[in-house]
């Protein structure tokens, strides 16, 4: 019998991978749904065998779907409703989708030998974490976490961090990665593959070489060449290169100077809170806090004003929620903190040329343009706060108003809370803030 699909020499590169998890592709056209869909088959002949496919979105998903009606060829039975394969051993292969935040939890507790994500890029590293988590070991079956991507996307930054920074294309990496908040062992390899590797396409639809071709330089380098380098989005206020100069910065030896604190106090049970500390316009140290309560986050803060002389109004937190308490507890055991209300209207500063939506607009503008200037360095590596300062975005209108994007509504596309960033961005304004409503006492 012909077989129903026979893969291309770096499809089978993928396809004979023992790797725990895959990421193939990068570029567009290089074959990367049609290796994470027939990949599926491999162990349809064993009974238990179950897999499972999904995408982001229905609409998207469906295209998958209709991609495997070829499946018949092989005996298969599909059940629209369960968007369910059943092959004559008894071995199913499953299509889902996972559109919302939450979503995935409709995943816990399902157990899968083969999960495929297609356009991985476009989940949340959380979304990730759980349905990956169905991957289990439960008898001589192997498991097989297998993606497929494009540059950008929300997910942009984990999937970049998990496959691909620091590491070679196509070498296999044993690294320790978190799954389900448990630290494991994991081999992982990236495999790129772009049109010039889908020879089917190139000569069934040469058309399609051409319109990628024509791509302006920032897409054609994404989608074209697969370079995970060039992500950034035209309205993102950090970019990567500000980033990366911050972080050349912190090479040039450090000034003593006083130390300021940026407090971001968790607004929700499972949020964190941040203690960003700054020196001399140099982030020192980010400090994580979980699931700690209003005191006990008080009595942080006033150890640290106690014992490690922190001035008290060096110290800006957000007031913002459960944050108002801790603000008046500190306030109520003596100390002068700053209080840091993000909605609240901009500060007046003399030669500001923009105008700003809120506070929090003026806050995080403060920050860019302290990266822009190179006045601000980075003197440690953190690779979340660097996610969430990738993550934010901006817009300018006609009036030259500025309004940075909510914290909710990052959180919403991006799937976590930025609070390290933000109590970075805090730290940074606490000058200004003495400088428009405080004398110098120092
Ligand atoms: N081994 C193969 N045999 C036959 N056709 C193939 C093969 N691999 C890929 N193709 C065809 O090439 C086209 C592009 O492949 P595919 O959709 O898998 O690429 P992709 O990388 O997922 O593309 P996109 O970036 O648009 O999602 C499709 O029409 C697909 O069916
Ligand atoms: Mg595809």
């Not at 081999?187 to 070489?209: A, M, R, T």
């Not at 290169?241 to 929700?268: P, T």
């Not at 390290?420 to 940074?428: E, I, L, M, R, S």
Request: one cysteine or more; aromatic letters at 10%.
């Amino acid at each position: 019998m012909e077989p129903i699909w026979k893969p291309q020499p770096v499809q089978t590169l993928a396809l004979e991978s023992e790797c725990d998890e895959v990421l193939f592709g990068g570029a567009k056209g290089g074959g990367k749904s049609d290796v994470l869909l027939f990949g599926a088959l491999r162990f349809i002949a064993l009974p238990s065998y179950k897999a499972l496919i999904v995408r982001r979105t229905f609409p998207r998903l469906k295209e998958l779907i209709d991609r495997s009606m070829t499946f018949h060829a092989l005996n298969g039975t599909y059940n629209r409703s369960e968007k369910q394969w059943k092959f004559p051993s008894g071995a199913q292969i499953v299509f889902g989708h996972c559109q919302n935040d939450g979503d995935e939890l409709n995943y816990q507790g399902h157990q899968y030998h083969y999960i495929g994500f297609d356009q991985v890029e476009e989940f949340t590293e959380n979304m990730f974490n759980i349905i990956a988590a169905c991957g289990r070991k439960v008898d001589d079956i192997p498991v097989y976490i297998r993606c497929t991507a494009n540059p950008g996307g929300v997910g942009k930054h984990w999937v970049k961090r998990r496959w691909i920074e620091g590491k070679e294309p196509n070498k296999i990496y044993a690294t320790e990665t978190s799954l389900n908040g448990k630290l494991i062992l994991r081999k992982q390899v990236f495999i790129p593959s772009s049109i010039f590797d889908n020879k089917i396409l190139l000569e069934k639809n040469p058309e399609y070489l051409a319109f990628l071709q024509k791509l302006p330089e920032k897409f054609r380098k994404m989608y074209l060449e697969g370079d995970f380098n060039t992500e950034d989005e035209p309205d993102q206020l950090i970019t990567s290169e500000l980033i990366n100069n911050a972080k050349k910065h912190a090479k040039e030896s450090a000034k003593l100077g006083d130390i300021y604190l940026g407090v971001d106090v968790a607004r929700f049970g499972d949020d964190s809170t941040e203690i960003a500390f700054i020196m001399s316009n140099r982030l020192i140290k980010i400090e994580t806090y979980k699931k700690l309560d209003i005191n006990q986050i008080s009595q942080i803060i006033i150890r640290k004003i106690r014992e490690e002389k922190i001035k008290p109004f060096n110290i800006g937190i957000d007031t913002v929620g459960l944050g108002a308490g801790v603000y008046d507890i500190i306030k109520s055991n003596g100390f002068s903190v700053n209080e840091i209300v993000s909605g609240s209207s901009p500060i007046t500063l003399r030669g500001d040329y923009y105008k700003f939506r809120n506070l929090r607009s003026q806050m995080h503008w403060h920050f860019r343009e302290k990266l822009r200037t190179g006045i601000f360095s980075l003197g440690i590596e953190d690779s979340e706060f660097e996610e969430e300062a990738l993550s934010v975005k901006y817009e300018i209108s006609s009036e030259k108003m500025i309004t940075i994007e909510s914290k909710e509504d990052i959180k919403k596309r991006i799937g976590r809370s930025t609070n390290k960033h933000d109590a970075v961005v805090y730290a940074c304004f606490v000058e200004i803030i003495q400088n428009n409503f405080r004398p110098h006492i120092y």
